[in-house]
């Protein structure tokens, strides 16, 4: 018995991946703007930012774990933020490297700027296509997953259990419950 007809969960996962984002940015700097206070610390602040602007991971896990369960959920996880942070580190090490073949040494304030305005562009640019990339992956390769087969799915039973009587026709006296599922 082969298996059913698959069902698409796309348009719910590209949603999530394109409005992830948004939300995080929007929860990363709503949260720094609201932990400002006269004695706070700018770096807890800046970190605070951080962990809520990686939640932009978390809202493709959730559509994964909705429509397809936890294992699915943490290969998604992982997967968004492997691929997310190599290509960051790639095309900023990249950035960072032609930035820096190209200074000239002999100017008088050096190429600190430079190097690190390009190293943050290419590392910018690499996660985005990571991301980008990834999330085009996951959404054409992992969100049609085929049905199950019915002989696998748990089944439940209702029938009417009859009172016998040799004078009248049997009366429904009651229900029994019951569930089967095959191995």
Known sequence: MGAGPSESYRLPLGGGYGLAPALAGLAGAGLFELTNTDDDDYYTRRNFAIAAGSLMFMLPAAVHLYYSGPER???????????TLVG????????YLIANSTCQETEAEGCG???EAISLIGAATGATLGYVGY??????ENADLP???DATRLQLWLVPVAEASRARAPRVAGMQLGATLPF
């Open 73 to 83: 959920a943490l290969i998604s996880f992982g997967s968004m933020l492997g691929v």
């Open 135 to 140: 999330a085009i992956y996951d959404v054409l």
């Open 88 to 95: 960051g580190a790639a095309f900023g090490g990249l950035g």
């Open 147 to 149: 049905a199950p087969d």
């Open 113 to 115: 700027v430079e190097v």
